[in-house]
Structure formats: structure tokens, C-alpha cells
């Protein structure tokens, strides 16, 4: 087909990312410019990941649709790509896209994954100037365009508070996330559904409320150890994680979902109907201050917190509280393997959120 002068139509496989290739041979024929529809797979979420050799557009699948039936609706279909400009404060953002990575964890299922997501998608980024001809910056989509932004807010996180340990960062990044978006509604994901914990996490990196998180859950380098033996790792393993001589049978094994993590991820099955575990919170906020729970319960788990208060008054004063899980015998046989919700230490100023995911075995 002659494409001399022409506006190119062209598919993006499944699992495709770069599609350089696609517009090399468009203008190697004469193709103008090239229009880009997504698969099915990757819904809504378009992103600019390869540095465009000819004027480009990038569609949505349903788009995608809508443009392939007006060509076959016409002889002499035309098209015309225009750029308007940039349009920013989109009330659907922040999505999560088709590329950003899904949980359960497969090694680790007693630890909710993911924990945080991030901007990871159009970000304008510095890129090899000699790629293409294109010049020294690029927009770019990838997870490895999300964890830098991480890394930074870590960063920030660390200048403003020198003695948190990693931990403690992490818990305050997580507890402090946004579960919604411009619109306060939840956070869709590339097919414009509500996207799950296995794709939000705790939710979207929220860096001035981190900074001021009131309470944080941290975890001291010993527990890694009892968290990893307690995984079934040789004690050589072990030992190459913490960097010296590891003994596994001597030393205290704790479940999983036992680690003192800002999330929750459970396992009840016909065997294990009730499970209980701890968690132990570091006042980093207000001196004297009360956090009172809050509730919200997965379907088809029963949640209780014990205390139910817990009163500060002191920095860096400790409380620990038990959270207890049992199922709800299912009803009828419309019971999903997976359910969330999430518990909530509220204060006076702060609000403190740790999401759970609950897997019925």
C-alpha cells in the first residue's frame, strides 16, 4: 500500500513498548505522520515511551476503535494532527498504568505488594541526546521513571528527619498516601475501573503529608532476621542478606505478616478461620496526643483492634495494639479469593492508614 504523503494507522502488539521500528518503516515509505492506538491490554493508559521520529499521536484502545470505523466508514478518510498545547489538573489523575507493577507477592505473600505508587508515566526526563537525533530530554514512562520520584521524596523525608531509619520512612510514605484522586474518587487503573490494592498499595505518594506522617511504624534490623528465617532461608542466605553469621535455629522465627509493616496481608482458610497479630507505633507527632481506630473491615472478615485508643505523651513513645482477623462463613459461592479494607489511627492532626489484604484459602 503507498503511504506516500499519508497519516499511518498502526496496531501496537501485545506486550509491545518501543515502536520506533513502526515509525522508521512509515517513513522510510513517505508516512507523514503515524497515529498509535493502544491494545486492549493497555486500555486508557497512553505513554510516550520511545522518542518519536515522525509527528505522532498516541490513542487510547476505545479511541483506537472509533478512528480504525471511521476509516472503514469512508473512501477518502482524512486526518490531521494538531497540537493544542498542554493540558494540565486532568480530574481522572492520577491512574496507574498498564506497566506498573501488580501484586500479590509471590515470594513473600504475608507482605503487601505493592507498597506505593508514584509519577511514573509522561515524565520529561533526560535522555541520551544521540538516540534518534532527539535532543537531551524526553517524555518517558516506566517504572523506572516512578522510582526516582520515590527515591526523592525518601530523600526529603531523610534531610527533614536525619534519625528515621529506612523503615520509618517507608511507614511514613505509606500511611500517609492518597487512596483517591482529583475527583475524591478511587484511583482507576489503565481500564478505567477502580484499580485494587495489588495495584494502588497503601496509594499515591503524597510528600508534604509524609513529612508530618504522626505516627510511624518502624522495624529494627534484628526483625529482618527473625522476618527471613522465618521465610525457611538457609542461614547462608540469611547471612549474605545481613552481612555476618547467621544461625537460624537459634534464633526467635516470626510469621510474616508479623513484621512490623504499615500494611496487612492475610491468610484465612478452613484451618486458619481467626489470625492475630501486632503492631507497634512510634508517636512522631504532636507530645501529648490520643489516635482513636477506625475500621474498614475487608467483606467477609470480622476486625477487631485492641486497645482501641492509644495516648502519647511523649516523642518517640511506643504502642503496641493487636489486631485480630476471622472470617465470616461465606454465603453462597460468589466469595472472591481476595478482599481489602484498611484500619485508620485518627487524631486530632493526623490520620494514619494501613490498607489489608485479605486472601480466603
Known amino acids: 500500500m503507498d503511504v506516500r504523503g499519508k497519516v499511518v494507522v498502526c496496531d501496537t502488539e501485545d506486550g509491545a513498548i518501543y515502536v520506533s521500528d513502526k515509525e522508521e518503516e512509515v517513513k522510510n515509505a513517505g508516512g507523514v505522520a503515524i497515529i498509535l492506538p493502544n491494545n486492549k491490554y493497555r486500555g486508557f493508559s497512553t505513554s510516550e515511551i520511545n522518542a518519536d521520529i515522525l509527528p505522532a499521536t ?3 484502545y476505545s479511541s483506537g476503535l472509533k478512528i480504525k470505523a471511521y476509516i472503514n466508514s469512508t473512501t477518502k478518510p482524512t486526518a490531521t494532527i494538531e497540537f493544542k498545547g ?3 489538573g486532568i480530574s481522572s489523575a492520577p491512574e496507574v498504568a498498564h506497566f506498573s507493577s501488580r501484586g500479590p507477592s509471590l515470594t513473600s505473600p504475608g507482605i503487601l505488594k505493592p507498597d506505593i505508587i508514584g ?3 509522561n515524565i520529561l526526563a533526560a535522555w541520551p541526546a544521540n538516540r534518534m537525533n532527539s535532543s537531551s530530554f524526553n517524555i518517558v514512562s516506566g517504572t523506572s521513571l516512578s522510582c526516582p520520584h520515590l527515591s526523592g521524596v525518601a ?6 528527619h536525619p534519625e528515621w531509619s529506612p523503615a520509618a520512612i517507608k511507614s511514613a510514605i505509606m500511611t500517609t498516601a492518597d487512596e483517591v484522586n482529583h475527583e475524591n474518587k478511587p484511583i482507576m487503573d489503565q481500564t478505567h475501573q477502580p484499580a485494587d490494592i495489588f495495584a494502588v498499595g497503601a496509594g499515591h505518594v503524597n510528600p508534604s503529608r ?3 506522617p504522626g505516627l510511624i511504624y518502624d522495624i529494627q534490623p534484628e526483625d529482618y532476621i527473625h522476618y527471613l528465617c522465618g521465610l ?3 542461614d547462608s542466605q540469611v547471612g549474605i542478606v545481613v552481612n555476618r553469621r547467621v544461625n537460624c535455629s537459634e534464633e526467635s522465627t516470626i510469621p510474616e505478616a508479623q513484621l512490623n509493616y504499615p500494611s496487612s496481608s492475610i491468610a484465612l482458610g478452613s484451618s486458619t478461620t481467626t489470625q492475630e497479630f501486632t503492631r507497634t507505633a512510634t508517636n512522631v507527632g504532636a507530645v501529648d496526643s490520643t489516635y482513636i481506630i477506625e475500621i474498614f473491615a475487608p467483606p467477609g472478615v470480622n476486625v477487631s483492634v485492641k486497645p482501641d485508643k492509644l495516648d502519647f505523651t511523649r516523642l518517640n513513645q511506643k504502642k503496641t495494639y493487636a489486631v485480630m482477623f476471622s472470617k465470616i462463613r461465606a454465603k453462597g459461592k460468589n466469595r472472591k479469593p ?3 479494607g484498611f484500619l485508620r489511627w485518627v487524631s486530632a492532626k493526623h490520620s494514619v492508614r494501613s490498607p489489608i489484604s485479605v486472601k480466603f484459602e
Request: glycine share 8%.
Open 58 to 60: 498516541h490513542l487510547s
Open 232 to 234: 525457611g532461608y538457609s
Open 119 to 121: 509519577p511514573g508515566a
Open 210 to 212: 509524609a513529612n508530618d
Open 155 to 160: 530523600a526529603l523525608l531523610k534531610s527533614t
Open 86 to 88: 498542554t493540558i494540565i
Open 338 to 340: 481476595h478482599a481489602q
